[in-house]
């Protein structure tokens, strides 16, 4: 049996997220969020993720809670045939208020926590 | 026909292309010419994978993922974007599809995008390992570079000189100047000044010299001739340095008595007019008023010629025949050399005109019609050559 190790839990989930990215010659891309925590984001793009850089996430869960443009960090990158896989972290720049709006968007959402 | 991707939308021409791209992997492919179209089909024979062109109206495409929730489940859609932007997609992805293409399609970001929707979804119709086509840009630069190097290269040979000996038809040489391709060459006999051009051409039979204007001069014969980009200067056998308009008979702009009883060179250094005493073994530098602003004494004694080339100003003197240069170093000047021309001019033979062009020292010769030229750097090797071997001993 595996315990959940995390402080925060993480929810697996299936949701298009827009993506704008600081640098490189590609100026916005489109992925899919495959599990997301108040903390940050796991998500797939064919688009080139590079650890360190800062991208902006939109993205829209099905209760109708929108997030637009959250500052984030990409942390870590694997890529896997035409596709980056990329764990990325909320910047400082999401307050406290939106971290709870996700949280409970969360509950509504019905992700499965993963373990 | 269950591992067949459904081709929705697209023009004749694309379709034959996606169908090329998947039958390369040996997909099949079914094209239909709408969604409406698609969604009567997909019940009788769920597809893989959809794969439609981005509809007018995004209704379709949630009509689409109904459908496909209703009678296919396991069947994913790609939806190709004409004029991709992020919200059209992130709105086409929330319409069902599980990827949005760019367009003009490429066959990489198919297959790749193919392979994971369709592997997400529970199925997988493309096994093997999609790999990254290998970039063209490389292969272009390397292909422009090599296009630049061969036009250097056949530019480079077309630049060449004409040839290693030139005949002048004169035996009164009496002053040479290479000026670029240019050749200066006075006839202190005929009082004339010769500028010829050295033709540019693959072999050295087309680079001759062709005679591009021939200058009587009125007053004076020259012994020394230099041309430079503020007029013609020559000094004459007696011994006045001159400026000439480039008028018929070459009328003289201003005339001063050289300095020294036996000038023996005449050049130009891009800013200054040089001349060289042959008794007195000085050099002088003038300014644009012919004033003399320097003197420097020759490292080699009774200088017998003097030019302008690669950055230098070359002093030849004959007895014994060597060359050394005059290098500007910062404020002031170097003396570099001598190196030695023994063996290169017969004894008898006196050297009576020097100039420095296409890297090659030219000497016209006493009593001789045609002038004879030397690699510079087979020289200047030569000294270095005998200077290591000195230092062996």
């Not at chain 2, 969604?35 to 009788?44: N, V």
């Not at chain 2, 670029?180 to 051409?201: H, I, Y």
Request: glycine share 8%; charged share 25%.
């Amino acid at each position: 049996m595996q315990i959940e190790k995390r402080k925060i839990p993480r929810f697996t989930t299936s949701v298009p997220v827009g993506l704008r990215f600081s640098k490189g010659n590609e100026k916005e891309g489109w992925g899919r969020i495959l599990n997301l925590s108040p903390e940050g984001i796991l998500l797939e793009t064919r688009f080139r993720l590079k650890v360190a850089h800062v991208i902006y996430v939109s993205f829209a869960l099905k209760d109708g809670a929108k997030f637009d443009n959250l500052r984030a960090r990409v942390i870590r990158v694997k890529y896997e045939e035409g596709y980056f896989l990329g764990a990325v972290a909320f910047d400082d720049i999401v307050d406290k208020q939106t971290l709870g709006d996700v949280i409970s968007a969360l509950a509504y959402e019905g992700g499965i926590r993963v373990s | 026909m269950a591992t067949r991707v459904l081709l929705v939308g697209f023009d004749k021409t694309e379709n034959e292309n996606i169908k090329k791209i998947y039958g390369a992997v040996q997909v099949a492919t079914e094209s239909l010419a709408s969604i409406e179209s698609a969604m009567e089909r997909i019940p009788t024979d769920p597809p893989a994978l959809v794969l439609a062109e981005e509809p007018a109206s995004l209704d379709s495409l949630k009509a689409l993922d109904l459908c496909l929730k209703a009678h296919a489940p396991s069947t994913a859609v790609l939806v190709t974007l004409k004029s991709p932007s992020l919200n059209r997609a992130v709105d086409a992805m929330r319409l069902g599809a599980y990827d949005c293409l760019k367009k003009p399609l490429q066959r990489f970001d198919l297959l790749v995008a193919t392979k994971r929707a369709t592997s997400s979804y529970g199925r997988s119709i493309i096994v093997p390992k999609i790999v990254l086509p290998k970039r063209r840009l490389p292969q272009i630069i390397l292909v422009f570079v090599c296009l630049v190097a061969m036009s250097l290269g056949i530019w480079k040979l077309v630049d060449r000189s004409p040839s290693t000996t030139l005949s002048l038809d004169s035996k009164y040489l009496s002053g040479i100047q290479w000026e670029k391709r240019s050749l200066w060459v006075g006839d202190w006999f005929n009082a004339t000044v010769t500028q010829f051009r050295a033709k540019r051409g693959l072999t050295k039979k087309s680079r001759r010299l062709i005679t591009e204007g021939l200058y009587r001069m009125k007053e004076g014969q020259p012994i020394l001739v230099c041309h430079t980009p503020e007029g013609l200067f020559t000094v004459g056998t007696d011994l006045q340095l001159r400026s000439h308009k480039w008028d018929v008979g070459l009328p003289q702009l201003q005339t001063i008595k050289i300095p020294g009883t036996n000038p023996t060179g005449l050049a130009w250094d891009g800013n200054s007019l040089w001349s060289v005493d042959g008794h007195s073994g000085f050099l002088y530098r003038y300014d644009r008023f012919l004033r003399v602003l320097q003197t420097e004494r020759s490292l080699i004694p009774r200088p017998e010629g003097l030019a302008w080339g690669e950055g230098s100003l070359w002093v030849l003197g004959s007895r014994p025949l060597q060359i050394a240069r005059l290098e500007k170093v910062d404020q002031g000047y170097v003396w570099r050399g001598p190196y030695s021309l023994l063996d290169w001019i017969p004894l008898e033979k006196k050297p009576t005109g020097m100039a420095i062009g296409f890297g090659r020292l030219w000497l016209g010769l006493d009593g001789d019609s045609q002038i004879v030229s030397k690699s510079l750097s087979s020289i200047i090797k030569a000294k270095s050559a005998w200077k290591r071997a000195e230092k062996k001993e």
